[in-house]
């Protein structure tokens, strides 16, 4: 499904068409119509307005800028197993790779495991 899924006549002109393109993944015609519609919040304040990380949140995709604790320690569990498939020191397939996230009073602290078999 493309950007042809978003009939033109039905497109927000205020609306980009990387947003237009991420939300023509969303199958429910109405669905995908009601989101362009219905910005979330603005994340600097002041009017509800599409991101291309709010849009790829609303399909499940990846967001460049993770925000909550789960995308974090999503990303760098990502940036642990990126490359050749395995340990991100020892390149092998062979590695077992776990993420902690945890809340701290100053952020969130994610620590990589990484071991090879």
Known sequence: ???????????????????????ASIPDEQ???????NPPPNPRG???RWTHDSAKRVVGW???SPESV???????????T???????????AGA?????GSRCA?????VVHARAR
């Open 62 to 64: 990846k967001v460049d």
């Open 106 to 110: 100053d952020g969130v602290h994610a």
């Open 1 to 23: 499904m493309g950007v042809l899924a978003l009939a033109e006549e039905r497109r927000r002109a205020d609306v980009s068409h990387t947003i237009h393109k991420i939300l």
């Open 96 to 100: 077992d790779v776990r993420v902690d």
């Open 82 to 92: 990126e490359g050749s498939g395995g340990s991100p020191r020892r390149g092998g």
């Open 31 to 37: 669905e995908r119509f009601e989101a362009v519609n």
């Open 46 to 48: 002041g009017e509800p």
């Open 70 to 80: 789960q995308e974090k320690v999503e990303a760098i569990h990502d940036l642990a």
